[in-house]
């Protein structure tokens, strides 16, 4: 599609193998890139002046193209269940001035498609959405000025009226025609032409998602119904944990079974590829029976691992912010012992969180093709840039000839097991030439291999004067990385398991502000001393990454449990006390609408066994703003705890789709709620245990809050600010807050209601 | 060689006796409704209705379903033509991912054609099954509710009348 005398040459985006994501340590009082740095996502900004990810890809063509057929507009970013691809294209539309269904929209292709690095960290609105936003003004003013051009006429005098171009005096053109001779491949200009949100159709509306009709009905809608010509199904047999070597194994009788077509074994990477899926699965059985395993190492359990996190090796990174000026990060020399908590804190407060699965409900899948020198991969990966340079490294070939196309999966939370899916297709689809190959994992297989979503410990130490208000801040946490993302071929599943392995990239955490582990440690709250000591632990005894809102989940609950602590010892409601330390208006909006909504008064007398908790975190001290008020029923005798109301107030700047933003909040609700009552993934010495929704139970129908409210704050003009990780965290932190004050005492080890929780003695 | 009644035809089959529906359905009849989720009956992404009731398919041995008829969500409207219970599911935007949602309908479907007007606290009991990693419960309930409030059973003959 790009013409060869591009300028931009994609392959400087290449991932730097082994160096992990650069993290530079500097001053982050602005958190403005630099030309060269690798974003947080994995991109390479060539442009840092441009707005969103116009700074990776700053020609306009990536992102909008004209031709005879029409128009084509193309985002790096990937729907993965949360209403984007809609919102998106909304953006679009209204800048283009174009009616929806005028116009194409392709999405995240290797081919085809800007490199805008990982969906994730909520950014696909705030940096994709403000890409095209900008793009698509930018091209909208240069076809009006080449129509006006070709008319004779003055630019101001023409109308845009469905995608058409109107003069005065009747005549008309359409975009196709006036694009001719324009040359879109350009670079983006750092300002935009204004647009005039009175005539949005399409931002700030509830637009019907153009995914679900399909879903739906059965229609193709995910690379589980990819079906080509002539695909293989192929099933892999995974060693019973990561330290396992398989010793001999004799694969004669399955390859006599019905339909096998082969058995490939390399190393420890075993697999079976079939005509017909079921005749796949019974041969993975039988192999999986035949394979003899070495186990060479032992697991630390549920109830050692946060013990055994503070042994392990780490690297210790320290942000402070002082006098609520900005905030700084260094890799600190000092030892951890040499660390101390504050002489005399007013109060104290540690909490644990247990390893998580992201538990998609689709377990992972892909299909590959190797045909003419060429490998074509569908895949649900969130990153099919990184993912084409990881499977390209390790199969010896040039990135040119390595193609990912995104294809929905069932939604992932964050890293699961989507790459490493798409690395088994291409590795089988690259020994079996011109037959695609599909490969969909067992659910035992994504709950044992998808990585977890880290077990960590927090402690906070808090000083106030003797008033209450807050003076100095200590939060020190240990966690092993929350981004494995694909930054080699080793960070890839299947080329570990290799007779000839490729190792992963070393860890290297998301530096502040965004943060990783110790994403949202930093209270926004005003206190005059803040620091944060992330033991960012570099041995990881499971493989862990990003799962939704990363160490934020915790370490929100952690302050937020801390500012209900400190409001209680001085008297003080904790609404109001949050109020007292919070200078930002937006986030005192928040505050201020859900408390209001909810009716928040603590005096207000409640049944037996029911409490009420409130929240308020923005998402990385950046992004969306959510303030969470609930209230609780917990029963001792049916040992449950069930939300009986709960309401969120949100401030995600401009809004494109009211109805997508809700449902990402009530969405976010329900799966932070079954997090922090339910969900711990059961590890013991041989490894991961949980490998079924049996040994990982998730909240189902009965569970699920009896009401939920969403309040949401509209901001024409402002940022998008994202929204699909926001109420992770004070959802979790509203609940335990709720709990305590119904059984007296705080819970705090996550999840909290299991069968034989304390909370229900 | 296997006979299976799918939607209103009926199709030889060539599975081997215990192929469970779902591979059936999916591999060899092209299908995309019933979806794969954990092969063990405990999260209800496979749900089809086999004479109206609704079963985990991918437990469910072909073998055992004989004559009776078999339903997927296809049965029940075209991305053209949405059945109602399709067209509430859109009417609520109760999808997210959506990978469950074709078990979900399925499973609402059978209890819709048994009860009238079923209440809360009954569709919660009968969707439990059903697992949604999403947290769309609230949307999918509200769907639920939006065919069931008009107080008639669905009907189960509408594949047969529209075929």
Known sequence: MKPADAPVDKSRRAFLAGSGFMVSFALFGSWRALAGETNTLGATILAPDLPGDLKIDPILDSWIKIDAQGVTVCSGKVELGTGVRTALWQIAADQLAMPLDKFKFVTADTALTPDEGYTAGSHSMADGGTAIYHAAIQVRQMLLEAAAAKLGVPTKSLMLRDGIILSGDGRQMTYEEAAQGVNLHQQAKSVSPQGDPSAYRYIGHSIPRVDIPAKVTGGTAYVQDLRLDGMLHARVVRPPNASAQLKEIDTRAIETMRGVVKVVRDGNFLAVLAEHEWEAIQAMRALRERAQWQLTQTY??????????????????V?????????????????????????????????????????SIGPSCAVAVFRNDMLTVWTHSQGVFPLRAGIAELLGLPKENVRCIHAEGAGCYGHNGADDAACDAAVLAYRTPNRPVRVQWMRDQEAGWEPLGPAMLTEINAVTDAHGKLQSWHHALWSTPHNSRIVNAGRLIPATLLAHPAAPAS???????????DRNAVPLYRIPSVRVDMHFVTDMPFRTSAMRSLGAYINVTTIEGMMDDLAEQFGEDPVAYRLQHLDDPRARDVIQRAANRFGWNLATPLPEGHGIGFAFSQYKNLMGYCAIALEVKLDKAARSVRIVRVVAAVDCGQIVSPDGLTNQIEGGIVQSSSWTLYEQALVGENGVQSVDWSSYPIARFPHIPA???????????????????????????ALINAIKRVVGWRPLHLPVARQDSPIFA | MINLNVNGQTQPLEVTPETPLLYALRDHLKLNGAKYGCGMGQCGACTVLVDGRPVFSCLFPVSSVGTREVRTLESLGTTERPGPLQQAFIDHQAVQCGYCIAGMIMRAQALLEQVARPTEQQIREHMAPN???????????????QVADKGQRLNAGALKERA
């Open chain 1, 300 to 317: 630390p359990t549920n109830d050692t691992i946060h013990a055994v996190l503070k042994t392990l090796p780490e690297r210790l990174y």
């Open chain 1, 507 to 517: 860890p290297a955490p998301i530096p502040q502000p965004e943060g990783d582990a």
């Open chain 2, 131 to 145: 697992l949604c990693r999403c947290g769309t419960h609230k949307r999918i309930l509200a769907a639920i509710r």
């Open chain 1, 707 to 733: 009401a939920i409210e969403v309040e949401l704050i509209d901001r024409p003009g402002a940022p998008f600010l994202g929204a699909a990780e926001i109420a992770q965290a004070p959802t979790a932190a």
């Open chain 1, 319 to 359: 942000t402070t912010r002082e006098n609520n000026g900005p905030v700084k990060q260094v890799l600190s020399n000092a030892s951890a012992a040499s660390i101390s908590a504050p002489a005399s804190p007013t109060r104290s407060l540690a909490m644990t969180k247990q390893y998580v699965l992201h538990g």
